[in-house]
């Protein structure tokens, strides 16, 4: 009997930080394009990327002309940049600065025939980076970053498939440009009041009851991938929820549960563990948030057409 290969990679944060802030930044042009390019929706839903089969997409954005849509693949570790007047046009990801990566993007976007400007400060970052004449971030591991992108394609079917029990308003499987995670958002009805001094990134994204769970490749300030959830407004006593697997924590500094990636690896199946993590966020988030769980459950047909 042949063994199922693990996909489940070793993702040591140290060993790629250099090209994780590499390709955050890639990412963060493109997705100010499309900040600037769509129409505003409810909690930022216009500006997330999709996972694809090869990497992630910024999905189709209108232009002057039709739509255009930017995907990075990480297969070939190119960008392309695909315009519905039939033209495209692609350029390797390694290799450049990014400046020199910015200044590629929107000399493309030029010759297809599409104006837009973006603000070049990045956010969501600790250190905020003017990416128009950034020349320290240059560093790009192909190996590295294709490794990346097939645990978040492992972990976004865990999510896919978790988020299918639902019967209510909730997120597809995002990737967050900004803070550089993959995420799946279950909403309760209606609008909340947004916490006093909130951001205006906050104040948008926090106006719903909600229930989020995602995976996120660390930080300087924690060091490690890790998968996270957590209940929004947080239900008094919610962070003293029993949590599967047993090595879940909760973060006071955060207002999250964590559950370190190295778990989920080495466990003996990770879908499963991840599951069991997806559930227990769910689940008391609900009870304790006093969402209706009845309500909450979608029952599917028994047969397809």
């Known amino acids: 009997m042949t063994q199922k290969k693990n996909n489940w990679h070793p993702l040591p944060y140290n060993d790629w930080k250099k090209t994780l802030d590499t390709i955050h930044l890639f990412s963060q042009i493109i997705g100010k394009i499309r900040l600037a390019l769509m129409p505003m929706q409810v909690e930022w839903a216009q500006i997330p990327f999709r996972l694809t089969s090869r990497g992630m997409t910024s999905d189709r954005m209108p232009v002057n002309f039709g739509s255009l849509d930017i995907t990075f693949d990480f297969i070939t570790h190119d960008l392309f940049l695909h315009a519905s007047n039939g033209r495209s046009i692609s350029f390797p990801l390694s290799g450049k600065s990014v400046s020199g ?56 079917n865990v999510f896919n498939k978790f988020r299918s029990r639902f019967s209510g308003k909730m997120s597809p499987v995002n990737m967050w440009w900004g803070s550089f995670d993959l995420s799946i958002t279950f909403f309760s009805i209606g609008q909340i009041n947004t916490q006093p001094g909130m951001d205006l990134l906050n104040r948008v994204a926090m106006d719903t009851g909600q229930i989020t769970i995602g995976f996120w490749p660390g930080s300087d300030d924690f060091p490690e991938p890790a998968f996270f959830g957590y209940t929004y407004p947080k239900p008094e006593g919610y962070e003293k929820s029993l949590m599967n697997p047993n090595e879940a924590f909760w973060s006071d500094e955060k207002g999250e549960f964590f559950l370190k990636y190295e778990i989920v690896r080495n466990s003996p199946d990770p879908e499963k563990t991840l599951t069991e993590f997806c559930k227990s966020i769910f689940e008391s988030g609900v009870e304790l948030s006093g969402w209706d769980k009845e309500a909450c459950e979608y029952k599917p047909p028994l047969e397809k057409p």
């Open 101 to 156: 990566f910015y200044s590629e993007v929107f000399e493309a976007l030029k010759e297809l025939g599409i104006e837009t400007e973006i603000n070049p400060m990045s956010v969501e970052m600790k250190v905020p980076v003017k990416m128009d004449t950034d020349e320290e971030h240059k560093t790009y591991d192909e190996i590295a970053v294709r490794r990346w992108w097939e645990v978040l394609i492992l972990a976004g």
